[in-house]
Each structure stands twice: as C-alpha cells, then as structure tokens.
C-alpha cells in the first residue's frame, strides 16, 4: 500500500510539473495565447475550449478600466504584478483550496469599445472551469455597477 501512494505522488508530480508553465510575457501589452491545454479561456481565442466574449462597454474606456482596476484591488484572491498601463494589466490569482497561482491578463481597445481579457492556470492540464467561472464573475460585478454590458 505504501509503494502504490508513493508511486501515485510521484506520477501526479510529474503530470503537473509537465503541464506547468511561466507567466506571461511580461515586456508584451498583448494578451498572450492560450495553450493547447483546456485550463485557459481568453477573448482573442476563436475555438470553443479557450474562447470568451471580451467585456463590452458600457460606459468611457478610462471610466471602465478605472472600474475593473479597483474591482480587481478589493479581491483578496487578485493580485496586480506588472505592466499596470492605461490600457495593459497583468495579474496572479490564487485559488482558495490549493494555492495555485492562475495568470489573468486585460487589455483596454477603446477603439472596439471592449476590454479583452485572459485567465490561465500555470499547472496542470484542466481548471474545471475555474479560469472561466473568474472572468466570468468580472463581468457580472462590472455589469452589476453599468460599467459592461452583461451576458
């Protein structure tokens, strides 16, 4: 019995570690693409498993992106590392059960009046759907106050 758990701890490192990778460019202010695994959802991605409707505004481009700025701040969970632009920002979320660090990424196109948006797991292959649920819940806080249409 102690050889079985000892083998199951040592392979599920290796699939973790073998599905772990960095965080984003960081010297880029675009959204970086999605893997190929499933624990990935950004708004520049076209095929189902990564795709994601970017926020559509309803308000000014700055007003909006003041707004999601200090929506991510009050999240416990959100931390802002870099690229903090007027139109770029780049954060680490945790989650609450194991501590992963999952990269999220924003990118302000006032042109389109949207703002695109990525949430990416560093490890593992599938986030059951937790980079999707958090992108997700953005938009409804940033609906519930008018700043983003709501889906």
């Not at 970086?32 to 000014?60: F, R, Y």
């Not at 501590?99 to 948006?117: L, Q, S, T, W, Y």
Request: proline content about 4%; overall charge negative; hydrophobic content about 40%.
């Amino acid at each position: 019995m102690k050889v079985r758990c000892i083998s199951l701890i040592v392979v599920m490192t290796l699939l973790v570690s073998g599905c772990s990778t960095t965080g984003p460019d960081s010297m880029s202010n675009e959204l970086s693409p999605c893997p190929a695994t499933p624990n990935c959802v950004c708004s520049d991605g076209e095929d189902l498993v990564h795709g994601i409707a970017p926020l559509k505004l309803e308000v000014a481009a700055g007003v909006a992106w003041s707004a999601l700025v200090a929506l991510l701040e009050e999240d416990q969970s959100i931390t802002v590392i870099t690229n903090r632009t007027e139109d770029y920002l780049r954060a680490e979320a945790r989650t609450a059960l194991f501590g992963f660090v999952d990269d999220v990424e924003f990118k302000a196109r006032p042109e389109d009046n949207e703002i695109a948006m990525r949430s990416a797991s560093r490890v593992g292959f599938s986030d059951l759907g937790k980079n999707r649920r958090r992108l997700e819940n953005i938009r409804s806080a940033l609906a519930d106050q008018g700043i983003v249409v709501g889906r």
